[in-house]
């Protein structure tokens, strides 16, 4: 899947709101508030998460490899990746997020990896 950071993931942007993407993709198989305020909408394979006000925070979405700058990275691969290029890149929690990249994921739970928006990474900056 092609990543843009911070803009989109496949053909997919991350500056959809709330009320856009329930017009867009229909009611989601599940809608709750998460532990840390979120509201969650699970599509099954793609899981996004809005803030109070709407706006997009970070998407959950299974992904086998990623595709940035034309360097395609097998999940497998990509905490590696990241701790080459992104000098940046913090563990929270057992999760590798990459400000470089935009994204944060598990490395124990392939292939699930979440896609963040500017005001998601700050989030994660902040738990």
Same mark, same amino acid.
């Given at each position: 899947m092609k990543l843009l950071p911070y803009k989109y993931i496949a053909d997919f942007t991350l500056e959809i709101g709330e009320i856009d993407l329930v017009k867009i993709s229909g @009611? +989601? @198989?599940?809608?709750?508030?998460?532990a840390v305020g979120l509201l %969650? =909408? /699970?599509? &099954?394979?793609? #899981?996004?998460?809005? /803030?109070?006000v709407g706006d997009l925070n970070e998407l959950t979405i299974k992904c086998e490899a990623v595709e940035v700058e034309g360097v395609v990275? *097998? $999940?497998a691969h990509l905490q590696g990746y990241i701790t080459e290029v992104d000098g940046g890149a913090f563990d929270k929690y057992g999760f590798c #997020? @990459? +400000?470089? =990249? &935009? #994204?944060? $994921? /598990? *490395? %124990?739970?392939k292939p699930w990896l979440t896609v963040l928006t500017k005001k998601g990474l700050g989030s994660w900056s902040k738990v």
């Open positions: @009611s +989601p @198989s599940r809608k709750e508030t998460n %969650e =909408l /699970d599509y &099954g394979s793609k #899981v996004y998460r809005f /803030d109070q990275i *097998p $999940f #997020v @990459s +400000p470089l =990249l &935009g #994204v944060a $994921f /598990d *490395p %124990e739970h």
